[in-house]
């Protein structure tokens, strides 16, 4: 069982930056994902850092979103720069250990989601 907590979100303009924290019950051995949605849209696939620190990025956000994790606090970040209002969502962290990665099936742990908000 991973308990999964998220913090950060809040409301910037456009243009500014946010950056996400996702603190885990257990990290070692996770893969870790960053999912968003929308309002009247579909649960979809920001960014994830495999057990083996391998980064990925949906290409909506490539060049502007950076994730990272701090083992020993088991801490992951989605750092977001460059904020446009497309990308106002709540954005859940989410941990698997299977190899699957990209669908929101592919993870059997979420957080509750924090919301972010962005103003143009």
């Known amino acids: 069982q991973v308990q999964l907590v998220e913090s950060g979100g809040g409301l910037v303009q456009a243009g500014g930056s946010l950056t996400l924290s996702c603190t885990l019950s257990?990290?070692?051995?996770?893969?870790v994902a960053w999912f968003r949605q929308a309002p009247g849209k579909q649960r979809e696939f920001v960014s994830r850092?495999?057990?083996?620190?391998?980064?990925n990025y949906a290409d909506s956000v490539k060049g502007r979103f950076t994730i990272s994790r701090n083992m020993w606090n088991k801490i992951v970040y989605l750092q977001m720069s460059n904020l446009n209002p497309e990308d106002t969502a709540v954005y859940y962290c989410a941990a698997d250990r299977g190899f699957a990665w990209l669908d929101a099936k592919d993870y059997g742990y979420w957080g509750q989601g924090t919301q972010v908000t962005v103003s143009s």
């Open positions: 850092i495999s057990r083996d620190a391998v980064t």
């Open positions: 257990v990290l070692l051995s996770y893969n």
